[in-house]
């Protein structure tokens, strides 16, 4: 082999695998200038836009309070019931007519629309002018109730709810009862009470003298802040010519509630001692009369109330009505048949009360008509007669047989019931004074008979 003389050798061989492995470091290390140069840029740049957002907080606003909605608006119509009315006058601006249909079949079992009373008081309450409730007062201790809710209606009776308080009324006679318990800022109702309680030992036409007093316990009612009649006598005693009779509230078992004295004996008689109260007799009973019309001298069994037309005639005792009618001379007039052979005329009357009929069972002190002058009369006036066994007897000579006492079995609980009661009586009437009165005492000073 020629050599040419120009041929220079390296110093020492490189093989390729050598210059393939330069080459990547010279490559890794140019990509690894490259990144560090890129991060020290965005590092002196600050945090991007989109890395910021996430870091930095939210801040949530809170929306605008929303106006609160109205209050509802609520009304009560408060009104009695006109003569007339019908439960389609009342409510009709309220139901459909086949709601009132509705209705009126709900409330045969609860309470009959034909038994609302003219001059009853109602209310109707609505919210947003929408139907809500209507409130009617059945009597002093019940009422009905018709409500709406969503697409229910409901009707129930509920009781009258009062604040009830109990006070200790004093009072003296100096003209009748009634005027009695008006001097004293009283009701009149509360006269009709006593009378009641007290009607069958004391004859309020007859008996009264001037100076007589009485004292009851009342339960005095309050509605919504305002006076709303009496509750219960719970015990009352009057003193009439200088006797003193005491009676007290009580019920025995499932009897009704009555009036018993302090020995427990039953204040209610077998009958009355008058059909009717506060007014007067203006002719008496006597076998010999000259008749005021008629002009002929006959029989007057019978004694003569004189009272205001319209005055309540009550039934002297339980009984039936066996004769209704008039006559010429007795104009309106009823015949009531009780036990014992004994019978009770009321003579002269205006009319009869509603649901009077012949056969109809009667209880004492029930209205059974009104006064009036019909027939041959005068005036205005009560014809009252009594007979036994078909023979005339004078009512006011009468000694009524009292009607059953307490059982033993509850006696015990009537006296714890009785003694304290009894107690504020006696401590009032001995320590208060009543007025003395400058009145001559006469023998009948509310009463006079004719």
């Known amino acids: ?48 836009a989109e890395l910021a957002a996430r870091e930095t907080p939210v801040v949530i606003s809170t929306p605008a309070a929303l106006p609160a909605p109205p209050e509802p608006v609520r009304e009560e119509i408060k009104n009695s019931v006109p003569a007339g009315s019908s439960i389609t006058a009342l409510l009709g601006n309220y139901f459909t007519a086949q709601e009132i249909y509705n209705l009126n079949q709900q409330s045969r079992k609860i309470f009959p629309f034909t038994k609302i009373i003219a001059g009853q008081p109602y209310r109707i309450c609505t919210i947003d002018g929408q139907f809500s409730s209507f409130i009617y007062e059945i009597d002093a201790e019940e009422q009905l109730v018709i409500s709406r809710e969503a697409e229910q209606i409901n009707m129930e009776r509920q009781p009258i709810i009062y604040n009830v308080t109990t006070e200790l009324i004093q009072g003296t006679i100096k003209t009748s009862l009634f005027n009695a318990i008006s001097e004293i800022n009283e009701e009149p109702e509360l006269a009709y009470v006593l009378a009641d309680i007290f009607g069958w030992d004391i004859n309020f036409i007859l008996d009264l003298r001037v100076g007589d007093t009485f004292q009851a316990l009342v339960e005095k009612r309050f509605r919504e802040g305002q006076p709303a009649g009496y509750g219960h006598v719970l015990a009352a005693e009057f003193v009439n010519q200088n006797k003193v009779f005491k009676a007290i509230r009580f019920k025995e078992g499932e009897q009704k509630v009555s009036f018993y004295n302090e020995k427990g004996e039953n204040m209610r008689k077998v009958f009355l001692k008058a059909p009717l109260s506060f007014t007067r007799i203006s002719s008496g009973y006597t076998m010999r009369r000259l008749h005021p019309i008629s002009k002929v001298w006959k029989a007057h069994p019978a004694i003569d109330y004189a009272a205001p037309i319209g005055t309540p005639v009550k039934t002297v005792g339980d009984g039936s009505i066996s004769r209704k009618g008039y006559g010429k001379g007795n104009g309106h007039y009823l015949e009531v048949v009780h036990s014992n052979g004994y019978k009770t005329m009321y003579l002269h009357l205006k009319g009869f009360a509603k649901g009077i009929v012949k056969g109809k069972r009667v209880s004492q002190g029930q209205v059974i008509g009104y006064v009036g002058s019909s027939g041959l009369s005068t005036g205005p006036h009560l014809d009252f007669r009594m007979k036994r066994h078909g023979k005339p007897i ?47 005492q006469t023998e009948n000073a509310v009463g006079k008979s004719e």
């Open 394 to 440: 004078n009512p006011l000579k009468l000694k009524a047989p009292p009607a059953k006492s307490l059982s033993k079995e509850y006696m015990a609980e009537f006296k714890t019931q009785a003694t304290p009661l009894l107690a504020q009586l006696d401590e009032k009437r001995i320590n208060t004074h009543f007025a003395k009165l400058d009145l001559p």
């Open 1 to 48: 082999m020629i050599l040419k003389k120009d041929f220079q050798p390296p110093r020492g061989s490189v093989s390729p695998s050598k210059i393939k492995s330069k080459v990547r470091q010279m490559v890794v290390l140019t990509a690894l200038v490259l990144f560090v140069g890129v991060g020290l840029l965005l590092l002196s740049s600050g945090p991007s």
